[in-house]
Structure formats: structure tokens, C-alpha cells
């Protein structure tokens, strides 16, 4: 439902996007990766219509974002910036309700479905709990859930989020993470995303779209685009990718960059003498964990596949 | 590919329809919904509740301002005058004392709307029409126009014309980054310790009678004005009523930021400029009748805005405040002491300096 058509966009002198071609496919959860300053951010704040491109479009279903009225865009496509400012004092309810926005008139603030949406997008982000609690003192996770809800009761097809999982402890990165793919599998919504772990992104994502210096590297399931290669063309940095014991997606586990940090003898021998360390170990009740630090060694240089990389 | 995926949307559509089609219960936290005819209104509660006792206070305030004084009227013949019976004070409450006390509220309340409305786009409890230039614009206009001999009547006139000025300066300086709320600040500033610069330079090279009488109007007084400036104000605040209705609602997302507020579908900086115009606009206009009553305008939507606990200044609460407190200042400067006549500004900046170390002090406490 969205796309890009030759998109050059940027900030002040600074072109970040320069000439994209993208295109995102409906009811899926794409989730965007890169480096830092690779342009993720701006191509999510593009798609938004947050910024205005310089050169291109964006196509919201064949239609130039820019041209369609902000709130019918509004009633479509909902955006959660990467970190917004929680008005000082504001209750959840009330913030979860400025999503009816695009709906309301200044002469008509208030309907029956404006009710309905904020009940239906409390619950579904669990947070209908907290309604009448001010957002300024809410942790973290319940925040950004209430963000999410004020999303959702924008009631959009679409919904388009900045790093949604920054600030958040894995627990609640996990929470906010498993939000989304419900809405995707259960409400069908299209979700696409700015991620930064590549292991979260392969977990959720159904379509990965990877970036650098403002282009896209590769586009398509996780499964079948995230390899090694991938990553050192992307990142610059040498990986295993393994398959996630638990749900089997491409596990992305950087190479071993230190000899010493498979060595757990020579890591706990450093803050302490070396000599007697390394002795008390040795002569440590269990001899079998004594000797693991060189098989484990072994075995991890033995998984290594260092030949083709 | 995107067909198969099209036949999942509508299947996910298909289970939303249920929920949303439910009856709501949600209510705002703390707000009631008026409805009259097509239309609905959210109103906050508590703005209903402090609304009337400080409408209470401000009928209270305004017996008070017309019963004391040389002569004091007892409060009953003040009502009996007001309600037309006819008493032997009728020329001291109606003619003398009435149009002034009408003229502190009405003042008040234009105050108390400019002040909350620029408050709200610059995020800043601090920022008023004195802090933006508008006062000083208006201030330098007045005091070329008493200074060079000009007759009264351009005085009215010139103050407004400085002070639309003055904001389209501020404006114009702030806009360049759509009007972000540090940058309207700052421009704003800027603006008024040049106008102020200015202001002073005139006045100290003019003759020392026609100086001191800038001087006065600068400080700000309702002593000699009544129906007229009343009127002009009130004019002005009834002209753009559509325009405070509106502006009622629009302040509600005006604590959003600009991403979060586009996202809703919103066009924060056209709105910003829209919001800050018409506070300019009433701000000018008051200034331009009563002279640069300080710190009404800067208080009065953070009195209002504590009182209803709203994470915004309310507009009608902070006219209500506003009114109460010029026509409190304006009584105590004319009887605190008696029977030399203080000009209400300076009382307002009596009471509004103390209240600024209040906030200060209390943004530090909070911070640390």
C-alpha cells in the first residue's frame, strides 16, 4: 500500500535519501535495519509525510502522499515518532483519545465511535487498566504501550513506528514487539517498523528491508535475505548466523573479535594475579569445568565458518 | 503478491468490525460531553467548577471596587443602582466608578486570553505579550506619539499599529523554523529589549512633562478611561469569538510535538501561527487602550491552569482569572493608598514579580 517513487529527501543541506525506489508490501510487518545515520529514520518520517521529500513520492495506494488532505492521511496511516513529548500531566485516556483527531471537528469533539475506538485500542494495547493515570508517571513500557494505543485509535490500516523498542528493558521490548504482530496476524494491519536489534527485526519481520547510506541493500523475508553477507555489507561487521532455537528465524551472532572472549580462564585470571588465578582454578574441585575453556574454544572456532567469509 | 495479501487485510478488517461497532464507554477522564444539536463539546469538569466560583469572585470583586472609595456605597445601594431603582449614589457607581470596573474586567479577560494563548505555542509558562515584544512595540508607538505632541486620539491607534508591528517582527523572526516554541521565544526577547531600548532613548530626550506622562502609560492605567476602551476591547474579543472557539479546542494538542501532532493529521505550525496571531492580535489591541498592565497576562493562565489541573492553560478560566485580577489590582491601587492613586500596573507587577520566584523556585525544586 505504500511506496517510493525516486524519493530524495533530507534535512537542510544533507540529502540522507537520494533516488529511492521501495515498496512495502500491505498486511505484513516490514521492519527497516541499518546503521546509525543510514537514513531508516527519515525514509519511516518520509513515509509519514513528517517530512516533506525534496524530489519523488510517496504512493499511499497509487496516491502522492502530499497531495492527499493530512487528515484523510491521517485516517489511513498512523505514525509513532521515535520519541515523543508526553505532555506534562496528561492521562492516558486523554492522550489515547487526541488519536480520534483526524475524526473530530472543533463543533464535534466527541462521538459514540470516537468512545468505541479509545475503549477497543486501550484494550488491545493493554493499557485500558491505566486510563485515568497522568502519562509523566507511567515506566517505560507502559508509556510506550499508551503511544501505541493513541496509534491505534487512529483506527488506520496502517501503522508506521520509529524505534518503538529505544529506552526499553528486553522484557518490555518483547512486550511492545509482540503488540505489533498481533495487530498484524490477528487485525491485519500493515506494520512497518525501525528496528535496531537484527535478531528482534528477524523474529517479527515478515519483510526486512536493510539499508545503508540511504539506499536499500536488500528487501525481502528475513529467512531467505539475512546471511552473513548481508550483515558485513550492511554493518560492516563479521557474523554467524545461526537458526533461533526457538522460532527458527535467522540468528545473527557476531564473530568472535577477541581471542579472549572464548577463554573464560584468561578473562577471569585478568583482574586478578595471574599466577595463583590460574592455580586455584587448575586445582578447582570440579576438573571437568577446568578443562572446558579449551574445548568450548575449540568448539566455537569449530562452528566458525570462516572460510567463506 | 499483493493480492493474496489484499484477502488477508479484509479478513483482519472483518474481526475489527465487531469491537468497533460496540458502544464505547470510554470517557475522558474528568471531562462531560455537551451536546446541542450537531453539536458536542468536551468540557473539563473542574474548568466548569472553577469558572463559576471565580465568576462569584470577579461579582464580588466588582460590588467591592464600586462601593469603596470617597464616598463609600453600601453594597445594597451599589445593587440597587446597578438593577436601575435610582438612588442617590447613581451618578458615584454608574457614572464614575462602573465604567472603570467593567473596563479592569473586560481588560482582564483580553489579558488573560493573549496570555494563554501565547503561552501555549511558545510551551512556556514565562512567554507573555510583555516577554514577545508586543507591549514594547506598543509602548515605543505610544510614547513617539505623547512625546512629540500628537493629539490624544493617535495615541490609541499608534499603540496598536507598535504593537502589530512589534509581533509581526517577533513572528517573521520566529517563524523561520515553524515557529518552534525556543525560537519565538527568543525572537521575542530580542525584539523587546530593542523596542525597549528605543523606548527609553525617546523618552529621555523628550521634555520632562510630556516624558513622564509616556511614562505613566507605560506603566499601565484605568484612571480616565472607561466605556470606550471597554468597548473597543470588548469589540475586539467578540469579533474574534469563532476564532476563540476554535482556538479552545486547537490548544488541547498544542503540548503535542510536531511529529506526534502531523501524525494525527494535524498542521502544527500553521496552527501555531494561527494561535499566536490572534493572542498578538488581542494583546496589541489591549495594550493599545489601558497601557502595558504587566504581568496579567503572564500570571493569569498559570493561576488558571494550576486551579483546573489541566496540562494546559484553559482559555475561559484564565479570561475569568484575569478579569478578577485587574479589577483586584485596580481597587487596591486605588484605595491601598488613598488617596494617592497607584496605577493598577504597578500593582499587577507587585504581585506577578514575587509569583514568577514562585515558579522559579518551584520549576528548580521539581528539577532536581
Known sequence: MLSTRDLVAGYDERTVLDGLDLELPADAFTVIVGPNACGKSTLLRTLARLLVPRRGSVLLDGKAIQELPTREVARRLAVLPQSPLVPEGVTVADLVGRGRQPYQRWWRQWSEEDSSAVDHAMALADVAGLADRPVDTLSGGQRQRVWIAMTLAQDTEALLLDEPTTFLDLAHQVEVLDLLHRLRVERGRTVVAVLHDLNQAARYADHLVAMRSGAVVAAGPPREILTAELVREVFGLDCVVVPCPVTGAPLVVPALTSPTLADPAARSSAPTPAGTASGTDASSPTGSTGATPAGSENALAGSYPSEGH | ?368
Open chain 2, 1 to 368: 503478491m499483493t493480492a493474496p495479501s489484499r484477502d488477508r487485510s479484509a479478513g483482519g478488517v472483518t474481526t475489527i468490525e465487531p469491537a468497533v461497532a460496540t458502544a464505547g464507554t470510554a470517557r475522558l477522564p474528568g471531562r462531560s460531553l455537551l451536546r446541542v444539536g450537531p453539536l458536542s463539546v468536551q468540557i473539563r469538569r473542574r474548568s466548569v467548577l472553577v469558572a463559576a466560583v471565580l465568576l462569584v469572585l470577579l461579582a464580588v470583586a466588582g460590588v467591592l471596587s464600586l462601593s469603596l472609595g470617597t464616598p463609600y456605597v453600601a453594597a445594597g445601594d451599589v445593587l440597587r443602582a446597578l438593577s436601575g431603582a435610582g438612588t442617590p449614589y447613581d451618578l458615584v457607581v454608574l457614572d464614575l466608578r462602573l465604567p472603570r470596573v467593567v473596563l479592569a474586567a473586560v481588560a482582564g479577560a483580553a489579558f488573560g486570553v493573549a496570555g494563554t494563548l501565547i503561552q501555549s505555542v511558545a510551551r512556556n509558562p514565562l512567554a507573555s505579550p510583555d516577554v514577545i515584544g508586543v507591549t514594547q512595540g506598543a509602548g515605543l508607538a505610544a510614547t513617539v506619539a505623547l512625546t512629540s505632541g500628537a493629539a490624544a486620539v493617535v495615541v490609541g491607534p499608534a499603540a496598536l499599529a507598535g504593537g502589530l508591528v512589534a509581533a509581526a517582527l517577533v513572528l517573521a523572526l520566529g517563524a523561520r523554523h515553524g515557529l518552534a516554541a525556543q525560537r519565538f521565544v527568543l525572537a521575542g526577547v530580542a525584539v523587546a529589549f530593542a523596542l525597549k531600548a528605543l523606548t527609553e532613548i525617546v523618552m529621555l530626550t523628550a521634555e520632562a512633562i510630556d516624558g513622564q506622562r509616556a511614562q505613566i502609560w507605560l506603566i499601565g492605567t484605568l484612571a480616565g478611561k472607561g466605556w470606550t476602551e471597554a468597548a473597543w476591547i470588548g469589540a475586539t474579543l467578540l469579533v474574534l469569538l469563532p476564532v476563540l472557539a476554535w482556538a479552545g479546542w486547537a490548544l488541547n494538542s498544542s503540548a503535542l510535538d510536531d511529529d506526534t501532532a502531523r501524525g494525527i493529521g494535524l498542521r502544527p505550525v500553521s496552527r501555531r501561527i494561527a494561535l499566536a496571531g490572534t493572542g498578538v492580535l488581542v494583546a496589541a489591541m489591549v495594550t493599545a487602550q489601558v497601557g502595558a498592565v504587566d504581568f496579567v497576562a503572564l500570571v493569569a493562565p498559570q493561576v488558571a491552569r494550576r486551579l483546573v489541573r489541566a496540562e494546559r492553560p484553559p482559555l475561559v478560566c484564565a479570561a475569568l482569572m484575569g478579569a478578577l485580577l485587574l479589577v483586584l489590582a485596580d481597587l487596591a491601587g486605588r484605595r491601598l493608598f488613598a488617596p494617592t492613586q497607584l496605577p493598577a500596573g504597578v500593582l499587577t507587577a507587585a504581585i506577578g514579580g514575587p509569583y514568577l520566584m514562585y515558579l522559579l523556585l518551584r520549576g528548580r525544586k521539581r528539577s532536581s
